[in-house]
């Protein structure tokens, strides 16, 4: 079948019209991810549960402290463990919403090749350990139009997206360990 037969001038305008359909979903208020269902409160199902467990946690604490009157000292170990884990949702919640901030607005911004390259190297180093598109920035700009690179550039940060997502937890518990450890030397 041509492309005449598809409807399809050239690439450049079928990108064009994914894009604008793109731009047009609703998305996650937090994280902006694409293609997930958005519950009423705005957030899709992985931001609505975590924004669930820091109300949680947020509600465990107060509900430790009040049982249990501050003694002299040190706190329990066990509001101790309460806070962290309220430290680690509210990390989780941090990086969602950096992850939007980051990727949100990729349908209206002006993607260089800069950007590009630099979202093939976090592909190709996450998932085959090796820097391979490193100092290709003027290539891509030769061979992809800018609607090209912007369109590459959505399907590659779908990728990265995943791979912030299904790390999101470990790099939570790693920063909100980090910020306890300075918490307590500081002290």
């Given amino acids: 079948m041509t492309k005449k037969k598809l409807g399809i001038d050239d690439g450049d305008s079928l990108i064009a019209r994914i894009m604008e359909a793109l731009s047009e979903e609703v998305v996650c208020a937090w994280c902006k991810y694409p293609n997930k269902k958005i519950r009423a409160t705005g957030l899709c199902s992985h931001c609505y549960n975590i924004n669930t467990r820091i109300r949680n946690a947020q509600k465990a604490v107060e509900r430790f402290k009040i049982e249990n009157p501050t003694v002299t000292g040190r706190e329990p170990l066990k509001l101790f463990e309460l806070k962290f884990l309220l430290k680690v949702e509210m990390m989780k919640a941090v990086r969602a919403k950096a992850e939007g901030s980051l990727y949100g607005n990729l349908y209206s911004a002006d993607i260089d090749v800069v950007r590009v390259e630099c979202e093939l190297d ?28 912007k369109y590459l550039f959505y399907m590659l940060s779908l990728m990265n997206r995943e791979h912030l997502r299904r790390n999101r937890e470990k790099e939570a518990y790693s920063g909100a360990a980090t910020e306890q450890t300075r918490e307590a030397v500081s002290e």
């Fill in 122 to 149: 976090l592909v190709s180093k996450r998932y085959v350990n090796k820097r391979l598109f490193s100092g290709n920035a003027s290539l891509l700009g030769t061979v992809f139009s800018p609607l090209q690179l």
